[in-house]
């Protein structure tokens, strides 16, 4: 599907990254029986051959865990750098941020190589420290979730007060 606002979309991969990994929070939407199911979800990342696997951990039960069995293929989101630009008039309001939307497949993670792989991208997300020990009977103790993207897009509205010309990085 192509982008309306196609001025906006970012494609270089280590801009996508860098803004992934500051994030903390992803929203997964399952398709449950006619009804969509949407839970927002601490992730890790990696990036293997140029694409993108989010790690999740949780209950091994419950609707999110049967879901990723019965209904594996999903939606995602991911946003930040919010921050509203103001008017003087209710239209002419606008704000920047960013964006990342995609599809991929949900499943769930059985080797323990990987379900300690998993878990160790969820802690660097979320603490920015990588190696901990993760006893083994905590890991076997929750359910680990692997989401490979299949599609992928990144768009932003940057802050117009941040643009400047090289002229002026370049005066300082």
């Excluded at 309306?4 to 992934?20: G, H, N, P, V």
């Excluded at 039960?61 to 946003?79: I, M, S």
């Excluded at 802050?159 to 002026?168: F, I, L, M």
């Amino acid at each position: 599907m192509e982008m309306r606002r196609k001025e906006r979309e970012i494609t270089d991969a280590a801009q996508i990254a860098a803004f992934l990994e500051g994030e903390q929070i992803m929203r997964v939407a399952f398709y449950d029986d006619g009804e969509i199911y949407i839970v927002p979800l601490n992730y890790g990342m990696v990036q293997e051959n140029g694409r993108y696997i989010f790690y999740f951990h949780g209950a091994r039960a419950g609707r999110k865990f049967t879901l990723a069995q019965t209904a594996p293929k999903v939606g995602f989101e991911v946003d930040g750098a919010y921050r509203l630009l103001p008017a003087e008039s209710a239209c002419g309001h606008s704000c920047v941020y960013q964006s990342v939307i995609g599809t991929g497949r949900m499943t769930v993670v059985d080797d323990p190589a990987e379900q300690m792989r998993g878990l160790q991208a969820v802690m660097r997300q979320a603490t920015g420290k990588a190696d901990w020990a993760i006893p083994e009977a905590a890991a076997a103790a929750v359910a680990v979730l692997r989401l490979e993207a299949d599609q992928l897009r990144c768009k932003a509205r940057p802050d117009p007060a941040a643009q400047h010309t090289g002229k002026e990085r370049e005066n300082g």
